[in-house]
Structure formats: structure tokens, C-alpha cells
């Protein structure tokens, strides 16, 4: 063994090689800004993500409905006031912006919102996507294209999508699984001869779209978010989609099928995006999926804590299955932690332990910055123990693990080139 780690040495180790290496953020929900009004950026976009308009409303005795007639600014301000000068930003998403601010050498002791506004006013995006990337060590994203969203599909109509080698795209296609009749629908207007009825005549022009829109986009997979009443197999549009059109098209394609289940959508409708609530769904389905379609890869990630430790048995039976990321409600440090020693205990570091799910793009920066720290803590653990059964490791096989876990296991299982 050449140059073996020190077991006192190890943990200050793993942190700097996790720091030192670059991520592949595997789903995010950003975009170059060729895609116009679709790249959210600045303080007062990071103050109204979702995840704080949530926890707005359990402070403001506010109509969700008086929120969201405010203007941008205004919501920020209302925002910043309740969670962060009336109450300590102790959330995980409060705690976010802050990282971001200090990040980027803003004062946050201060608190002063109108001097991080004026950081951003003189700021042109490209230059901030430069920034941010850099901040957060980010080689590459993988964006969420979704071709049922008018803006999104303008972009691509108009030949603008592939603009910046860092946005990856991932073809999104939610509504030919969540709601068929009305699918159906939008593809018979744009040219495609689906009806609702499912035929063998609707399933090749559904295969027709995807084919086509996996030509014009280059997807490195396909997605989907599932419901926690996802089941497979079952009577109906779902099954007979997935079996018939989703995945031929993907296996042909040699492309993986993303599914990222749990969401139930808008258990608070009032909320809108932030109205989503979450439910333990059936392991069986996946299992099913990837027992049938050994030829098949999927990208699987699931959002109820209760669901984690039965992903890593799954995971463990199914070499076409790729285990990612502490989705949205996992994604807080007490579940990461668990979670990513319960993978590291199951799968080695056969997963993909972290995405960032980033809808503006600042994001990227506390993003990363609170995981690789998370992820650098259990990993050190898991070092610790190794060394103590007289096992040795050099430095450039933690290297080669963290690299593997940051970006390498996700490029390979993508078929990236
Ligand atoms: O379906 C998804 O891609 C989810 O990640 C989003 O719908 C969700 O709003 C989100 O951004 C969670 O972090
Ligand atoms: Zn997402």
C-alpha cells in the first residue's frame, strides 16, 4: 500500500477531497439563460422558493390567495421579516439563503436585504452561473425539460436548448403517466394521432413523441414524479404507457427511466408549488419494474423517510436500479445523515447520495455546501471503522470513492460520453 492514510488523519482527509471534488448535480430545476424567465437567480427568488412560502404561512395569518397577489418584492420582504428578523432562520431552507449570501462575502449579521439586493443589481446571469458554479463546485446540472411546458417548449421549437455544455437535460414527462386523457389531447394537437383510447396505433405515436423529443433534446434519462399510490401492475393509461411506449423507447434509446416517487400533489391546493405533501409508497412497484425489464435501467429515488431503508434492500437485488439523492423533504441534515450511512451500510458506494433539486439557481451554492459537509461526516465515519479493522487506504482510493459517489457512478450508469 503506498502512502496509507493515517485512521487520524483520514477524517480531515475525506472533508478536503470532498470539498476538492467537482459534482455532477443530477436533477435540478435550472437552466441556462438562453431559457429566458426559466433561470430563477438573486436574493428575492431565493427568499420566495417554495420551501419558505410554506413556512411563511405558519407565522403570517396570511390568505395563501393575499401572498401570492403580491408582487416578487414584496413577498421577499413579508418573507424575510417573519422567518428571519420575527423568528431565528433555523429551517434548513432559511439556513439556505444565508449560506448563499455569506457564500458570496455579503454580511448577513447586517441583515440588511436591500444591501444583498444591491449585490445582485449590477450582475449579468452568465456572469452569476460562472459565479455559482464555481462556488459550488459544480462541473455540470442536469436540468428538468419538460415538453408539456409552453415555455419550455418555445425554447426548443426555437432551437435554443442546447446553449451551455453545463446544462444536461433530462426529458420530463409527468403527464403521460399522471394524466393521460388530457396528454392525449395536447399530442393530437401537435400532429400526433393518439387518442384516448389506448390502441397499438396510440402506442406508437406516443412512442413517435418520445422519440422525437428525446432526438431534439439528447435526454441523459427520461423522469417521471410518482404518487405514493404508484402501483405496477395495475389496470389503466399507467401501466399500459410504461409497458408499452416509456419503456421500449428507453431501452432502445439505451437512455435510463428516472421515477421519483412519493409526492402527493397539492394536498393544500391553496399552496401551490409549496402545496405538495408526501406518502410512503409500495416498493413492490419498483421491484416489479425492475425484475420484468431486466434490459431496462431506472434512477430511482423515493421521497417518504419511511421508504429509505426498503430502497437499499431493492437496490441491493437489482443491479439496473440506481439509488439517488435526499429529495425535497428528505433533504434536511438529520435524514442525510441517516440515510447516507444506511446506504453506505447496504450499498457501499454503489449510489448516487445527493442532487440538489435547486429551482433557483443560487441554490447550488447552500446546496452543495450543506451536503458535501453531511456526506463528508458519514463517509468519515465509515473510513474510521475501516481503518480500525487494519485495513489501510491511500489517499488516491478516497479519491476515487468520493469521485465515484459526486459524479462517476451517475455517469457511468447514464452512459455519459
Ligand atoms: O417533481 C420534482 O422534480 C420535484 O423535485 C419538484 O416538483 C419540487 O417542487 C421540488 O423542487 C422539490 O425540491
Ligand atoms: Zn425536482
Known amino acids: ?129 460562472n459565479r455559482v458554479f464555481e462556488l459550488a463546485n459544480v462541473e455540470a446540472v442536469v436540468m428538468t425539460n419538460d415538453p408539456f411546458d409552453e415555455a419550455e417548449r418555445t425554447v426548443w421549437l426555437e432551437g435554443k436548448g442546447h446553449t451551455d455544455p453545463r446544462f444536461k437535460t433530462a426529458l420530463r414527462i409527468d403527464p403521460l403517466l399522471m394524466d393521460w386523457e388530457g396528454a392525449a389531447r395536447r399530442l393530437a394537437g401537435w400532429g400526433y394521432k393518439t387518442s384516448p383510447e389506448l390502441n397499438e396505433k396510440t402506442f406508437a405515436e406516443i412512442r413517435r413523441f418520445l422519440t422525437d423529443w428525446i432526438e431534439k433534446m439528447q435526454p441523459l434519462y427520461l423522469a417521471v414524479s410518482l404518487p405514493p399510490s404508484f402501483r405496477y401492475p395495475e389496470p389503466g393509461a399507467r401501466t399500459a404507457v410504461l409497458e408499452n411506449c416509456i419503456l421500449p423507447v428507453t431501452a432502445r434509446a439505451g437512455i435510463p427511466f428516472a421515477m421519483m416517487i412519493g409526492v402527493n400533489k397539492l394536498i393544500n391546493p391553496r399552496l401551490a408549488l409549496a402545496g405538495d405533501g408526501v406518502g410512503k409508497c409500495d416498493m413492490g412497484a419498483v421491484e416489479a419494474l425492475a425484475r420484468n425489464f431486466p434490459d431496462n435501467r431506472f434512477l430511482v429515488t423515493f421521497l417518504s423517510r419511511e421508504n429509505q431503508h426498503e430502497a437499499c434492500v431493492m437496490t441491493r437485488k437489482f443491479s439496473n436500479v440506481m439509488l439517488f439523492g435526499c429529495w425535497w423533504f428528505m433533504n434536511n441534515p438529520s435524514i ?53 479493522t487494519g485495513w489501510q487506504v491511500s489517499e488516491e482510493e478516497v479519491r476515487r470513492d468520493v469521485k465515484n459517489l459526486l459524479s462517476g457512478n451517475f455517469k457511468r450508469f447514464v452512459g455519459w460520453k
Open 1 to 129: 500500500m503506498t502512502h496509507a492514510v493515517e485512521s487520524r488523519n483520514i477524517r480531515n482527509l475525506v472533508r478536503k477531497v470532498v470539498q476538492e471534488s467537482s459534482v455532477l448535480d443530477m436533477h435540478t430545476h435550472i437552466y441556462p439563460p438562453a431559457f429566458g424567465k426559466l433561470l430563477l437567480w438573486g436574493v428575492d427568488e431565493l427568499l420566495t422558493y417554495h420551501y419558505l412560502a410554506a413556512e411563511l404561512f405558519r407565522y403570517a395569518g396570511l390568505p395563501p390567495e393575499e401572498f401570492f397577489r403580491m408582487d416578487k418584492p414584496s413577498q421577499a420582504e413579508l418573507i424575510w421579516q417573519k422567518l428571519f428578523i420575527e423568528h431565528s432562520p433555523l429551517s434548513e431552507s432559511n439556513r439556505g439563503v444565508l449560506t448563499v449570501l455569506h457564500s458570496l462575502g455579503l454580511d448577513t449579521g447586517k441583515r440588511d436585504l436591500e444591501e444583498c439586493r444591491a449585490y445582485f443589481s449590477g450582475l449579468k446571469a452568465w456572469e452569476y452561473v
Open 336 to 388: 442525510i445523515r441517516e440515510i447516507t450511512a444506511e446506504r453506505l451500510e447496504l450499498l457501499g458506494t454503489s449510489f448516487v447520495p445527493q442532487h440538489s433539486d435547486a429551482r433557483v439557481l443560487d441554490q447550488l451554492i447552500y446546496k452543495w455546501s450543506h451536503s458535501r459537509e453531511l456526506i463528508a461526516g458519514v463517509l468519515g465515519d465509515k473510513y474510521e471503522d475501516l481503518l480500525r
